[in-house]
């Protein structure tokens, strides 16, 4: 059998109806979690996270069998390809998820980092420490396997978690959250620092959530981002679209931009770090499109092309203003010829998510412009798009990919769920000995 193309939105906007669900008793629960989460010395917390993978480890024929149920379901749904792709769960992949866990632990404790020590005067003393965040709200379609890379941040950053996934992988994430709370009792630690939601009609409770909930981190369609962003007080962090693009410059190695622009498409097309659009520069379109299109077809790909690319590739169908807009999440991709490297960034800048934008050149000098001059939290040079992922950058794992300009920016991890606090210590001190025509002056001796 095979998955239908047709969408079915599984975090689709709540009706106004949804607004009497309750969940403050599980906030609040959340919250208290959280607070014993925050005060653990890092050995604990590491102690925890491995405890998770046992768990996880320990119940992994649940966990696929699970899987195989919400897979099931979702090729009777007619659930759309891309969600599909992402829904599944494999023994490898798996494996995968647990081996991230683990590499969680190893990563350095981001809470307590002295960021200031400063002197403002003789026995007054400021510090800005790194703390957590509270309580995020992570809401998001598909890919259960996220429910372990976000909650194994949440443990190591000190941050409790409230988890929405869509309908079509409940049962995977009933089974993962159900492991997951088994390792945190293992330990010692309250269970409720890691919670799942399960019906459609909690996503509107959680936005309201203000006060209890600290960040909210969608990961859904463009639609579903929007509509979170639209209706909730609490900071959002989060991507809409992951339109992509590899542009090949007059001074590429064929070869080179060949490889890289089918492990950009082919590896994990319905991944947020896939190509949608080619862009190739006029110089050097009539030999390299040729052996791209057949390396890419090869694949599965089917190619849609301007009236210059068609010129090139007359078989291929014609690409449609829409096409330069959509994010495909299949074996579909556009291709552009332009004329300079200035006309490539251009067409990024007006199609671009702000995603990850990659250049393929031999050219330092042009490579370094791309980099300077495009607009993305990702920008590479002779390298696959698909390396933009918290797992690749060694942040081991990521809750997700933030596109905004502020940051966190890009694959964000550990570094992304941490905010400060300033400790003032003195002796007495007042600010009256600091002011008027008699003030004494600050210090103002940095001591880190």
Not at 355 to 365: G, K, L, R, S, V
């Amino acid at each position: 059998m095979t998955v239908s193309q047709v969408a079915t939105p599984s975090n689709s906007e709540p009706s106004q109806a949804d607004a009497a669900v309750d969940l403050l008793p599980i906030a609040q629960s959340t919250r208290a979690a959280a607070q014993q989460l925050a005060s653990l010395p890092t050995a604990d917390k590491n102690q925890a996270i491995a405890a998770i993978a046992e768990a996880l480890w320990a119940d992994r024929e649940t966990i696929l069998q699970a899987n195989v149920a919400d897979c099931e379901a979702a090729i009777a749904d007619n659930l759309a390809k891309p969600l599909y792709g992402r829904l599944k769960l494999d023994a490898v992949k798996l494996q995968g998820a647990i081996a991230g866990v683990r590499d969680v632990a190893k990563l350095p404790d981001p809470i307590g980092v002295v960021q200031i020590h400063r002197e403002l005067d003789q026995g007054l003393e400021l510090k800005r420490i790194s703390s957590p965040l509270g309580v995020l709200g992570v809401i998001f379609e598909s890919r259960p396997d996220a429910v372990m890379q976000i909650a194994s941040l949440a443990v190591k950053s000190g941050n409790g978690v409230i988890l929405k996934g869509g309908r079509e992988a409940v049962r995977s994430c009933q089974a993962i959250v159900t492991a997951i709370r088994q390792g945190l009792a293992a330990v010692g630690l309250h269970p409720d620092a890691v919670q799942l939601l399960t019906t459609r009609e909690e996503t509107r409770a959680l936005l309201a959530l203000e006060g209890y909930v600290d960040l909210i981190i969608p990961r859904g369609s463009n639609a579903f981002v929007r509509f979170v962003q639209d209706h909730t007080r609490i900071p959002v962090l989060g991507h809409a679209d992951g339109i992509c693009h590899l542009y090949v410059d007059q001074a590429a190695d064929v070869a080179k931009a060949i490889a890289i622009a089918v492990d950009a498409k082919v590896g994990y097309p319905s991944a947020c770090n896939a190509i949608e659009t080619l862009l190739v520069h006029r110089a050097i379109a009539a030999q390299f499109l040729p052996l791209a299109a057949q390396a890419l077809q090869t694949q599965g790909v089917e190619l849609r092309g301007d009236q210059a690319a068609q010129t090139r590739l007359p078989t291929i169908a014609a690409a449609t203003a829409e096409d330069w807009a959509t994010e495909y999440s299949d074996l579909i991709l556009a291709v552009k010829v332009v004329d300079s490297l200035a006309d490539a960034m251009g067409h990024i800048e007006t199609y671009g998510s702000r995603h990850t934008e990659a250049i393929a050149t031999e050219d330092a000098q042009a490579a370094e412009t791309f980099r300077r001059q495009v607009n993305a939290a990702g920008v590479y040079h002779n390298c696959s798009t698909r390396f933009a992922d918290g797992f690749r950058y060694g942040f081991g794992a990521e809750v997700g990919i933030s596109t905004q300009t502020m940051p966190p920016r890009g694959p964000v991890g550990l570094e992304g769920l941490v905010t400060y606090k300033y400790h003032l210590v003195g002796d007495g001190h007042i600010v009256a000995t600091y002011a008027g025509a008699a003030a004494q002056p600050f210090t103002h001796q940095d001591l880190l």
